[in-house]
């Protein structure tokens, strides 16, 4: 966009800076609105969607976006007393004490910790902004900070555009583009300690690649950042984008967030876990994410050094949206607390993603054409058909001659090229038909 109409009322000069360069990309949001527009079948939105039937007892075939039936229940019980007033900037006690418990729950079958290390979760509204502060407190402008090739978009809003940071690239997949490159991640973080501390951000399930590590891949990143960190003398601020944690659909990749191989691990590594209940708990609305940060045990007490945080990222809150939504707070807590009934429901939407996600491998392996080559995955949302046309033009084209939306990622920078395609929003019924109007389209 070329503001011109700003610029000729005279107002595009009288913005700072900042807000003179600040530009909302054609990215994830404009394709999803051309697609609900042009769309036969929609595979940009990043929200499971299907017949009510696939998670509800007694559903139908209307076609919704999954939720879990608990927290709607809890929801609708609640005192307005617990909707109407303002939230605590850090987050409700319950739902932070609730969540950190979630937190070890998950971790505890796959990783020996010590849990008494990982801090009281910090409530943010979503995971972006929960990105943003983390970035905002151990980054300044102008320093550069560490993440995969293949990333979220919003990346270069939120950490280039917004806050001046530079992003050093790594590769997500190695040359054979069968795995998780872990020298070139490790690589990236020791050249950038060379200069500063590091923040590097690690998002499995990865977006748009549906990539989770291996469980050897994950040890042998642990043993290189403890490498690391203990050569550059540097803090390694390790961030883990944990959004889509736990929908994982092969045994042999890790079934939990990476998070749980550094706790307490070494005096330089600071892990922080980013994620929240807009994918985990199909909240995607309510916006209410998680900072958890994890100690050392040679840093002092965790209840001070939780009290320390709280007061730096309170400040970030106070000083942006004040406070989060109170009342999914209190029905996300009442959920969990739950236990059965809501892992339940969640595992019944992880088991109708993992069937879409079979069917879209298998209809990928037998029909893409050597012009389009798809990443490794293995889990999360999404899956991602690497292209040798701009990924833009290809888009386009599905949407106007197949009537299918996808959503494209390209940067020069990098050579990353091609489509991500959402299989989540995706009926199992069209998922073959996705993919062969991706083929079909490849081959005119």
């Given at each position: 966009?070329?503001?011109?109409?700003?610029?000729?009322?005279?107002?595009?000069?009288?913005?700072?800076?900042?807000?003179?360069?600040?530009?909302?990309?054609?990215?994830?949001?404009?394709?999803?609105?051309?697609?609900?527009?042009?769309?036969?079948?929609?595979?940009?939105?990043?929200?499971?969607?299907?017949?009510?039937?696939?998670?509800?007892?007694?559903?139908?075939?209307?076609?919704?976006?999954?939720?879990?039936?608990?927290?709607?229940?809890?929801?609708?019980?609640?005192?307005?007393?617990?909707?109407?007033?303002?939230?605590?900037?850090?987050?409700?006690?319950?739902?932070?004490a609730?969540?950190?418990?979630?937190?070890?729950?998950?971790?505890?079958?796959?990783?020996?910790?010590?849990?008494?290390?990982?801090?009281?979760?910090?409530v943010?509204?979503?995971?972006?902004s929960?990105?943003?502060?983390?970035?905002?407190?151990?980054?300044?402008?102008?320093?550069?900070?560490?993440?995969?090739?293949?990333?979220?978009?919003?990346y270069?809003?939120?950490?280039?555009?917004?806050l001046?940071?530079?992003i050093?690239?790594a590769?997500?997949?190695?040359?054979?583009?069968?795995?998780?490159?872990?020298?070139?991640?490790?690589?990236?973080?020791?050249?950038?300690?060379?200069?500063?501390?590091v923040?590097?951000?690690?998002?499995?399930?990865?977006?748009?690649?549906?990539?989770?590590?291996?469980?050897?891949?994950?040890?042998?990143?642990?043993?290189?950042?403890?490498?690391?960190?203990?050569?550059?003398?540097?803090?390694?601020?390790?961030?883990?984008?944990d959004a889509?944690?736990?929908?994982?659909?092969?045994?042999?990749?890790?079934?939990?967030?990476l998070?749980?191989?550094?706790?307490g691990?070494?005096?330089?590594?600071?892990?922080?876990?980013?994620?929240?209940?807009?994918?985990?708990?199909?909240?995607?609305?309510?916006?209410?994410?998680?900072?958890?940060?994890?100690?050392?045990?040679?840093?002092?007490?965790?209840?001070?050094?939780?009290?320390?945080?709280?007061?730096?990222?309170?400040?970030?809150?106070?000083?942006?949206i004040?406070?989060?939504?109170?009342?999914?707070?209190h029905?996300?807590?009442a959920?969990?607390?739950?236990?059965?009934?809501?892992?339940?429901?969640?595992?019944?939407?992880?088991?109708?993603?993992?069937?879409r996600?079979?069917?879209?491998?298998?209809?990928?392996?037998s029909?893409?054409?050597?012009?389009?080559?798809?990443d490794?995955?293995?889990?999360?949302?999404?899956?991602?058909?690497?292209?040798?046309?701009p990924?833009?033009?290809?888009?386009?084209?599905?949407?106007?001659?197949?009537?299918?939306?996808?959503?494209p990622?390209?940067?020069?920078?990098?050579?990353?090229?091609?489509?991500?395609?959402?299989?989540?929003?995706?009926?199992?019924?069209?998922?073959?038909?996705?993919?062969?109007?991706?083929?079909?389209?490849?081959?005119?």
């Open positions: 966009m070329k503001f011109e109409t700003l610029r000729d009322a005279g107002l595009l000069g009288a913005m700072s800076a900042e807000g003179r360069e600040l530009v909302l990309p054609q990215g994830i949001f404009y394709w999803s609105g051309r697609a609900k527009k042009e769309a036969e079948i929609n595979a940009t939105i990043g929200s499971a969607q299907g017949k009510s039937s696939e998670f509800l007892e007694g559903g139908g075939d209307d076609v919704r976006t999954f939720y879990l039936p608990s927290v709607v229940k809890h929801l609708k019980a609640l005192d307005p007393e617990k909707i109407a007033p303002y939230a605590p900037i850090c987050g409700l006690p319950r739902y932070r609730a969540w950190r418990e979630w937190i070890i729950r998950k971790l505890s079958p796959f990783y020996k910790f010590d849990s008494d290390l990982i801090g009281q979760p910090i943010s509204p979503g995971v972006t929960g990105l943003a502060y983390v970035a905002r407190l151990f980054a300044s402008p102008g320093d550069t900070i560490v993440c995969h090739d293949r990333r979220w978009e919003n270069d809003l939120v950490l280039s555009d917004m001046g940071l530079k050093r690239a590769r997500l997949f190695n040359e054979a583009g069968a795995g998780l490159d872990v020298d070139s991640f490790v690589d990236a973080v020791r050249e950038t300690a060379k200069t500063q501390d923040v590097a951000i690690l998002n499995f399930p990865n977006n748009p690649t549906g990539y989770m590590p291996t469980v050897d891949e994950g040890l042998a990143l642990r043993k290189a950042l403890l490498k690391v960190a203990d050569a550059s003398g540097r803090k390694l601020i390790l961030v883990f984008d889509y944690d736990g929908f994982v659909y092969e045994k042999n990749a890790a079934q939990i967030s998070f749980g191989h550094f706790i691990a070494h005096p330089n590594i600071l892990p922080v876990k980013c994620d929240g209940a807009s994918k985990e708990f199909l909240l995607y609305g309510a916006r209410v994410g998680s900072v958890t940060f994890a100690y050392h045990p040679s840093w002092g007490e965790p209840a001070k050094l939780s009290a320390e945080f709280d007061n730096k990222v309170g400040a970030l809150i106070r000083g942006t004040s406070n989060s939504n109170l009342a999914f707070q029905a996300v807590a959920a969990i607390e739950s236990g059965v009934e809501c892992d339940s429901e969640r595992a019944r939407v992880i088991s109708v993603l993992a069937e996600y079979s069917m879209i491998k298998r209809a990928m392996a029909n893409l054409p050597q012009s389009a080559v798809a490794p995955f293995n889990s999360g949302f999404f899956c991602f058909i690497n292209l040798k046309t990924a833009e033009d290809f888009a386009d084209k599905l949407l106007k001659n197949r009537k299918l939306g996808v959503i990622l390209s940067d020069s920078s990098t050579g990353f090229n091609g489509i991500r395609v959402a299989f989540c929003s995706v009926e199992a019924k069209d998922i073959p038909e996705t993919i062969d109007r991706i083929v079909a389209e490849l081959d005119k």
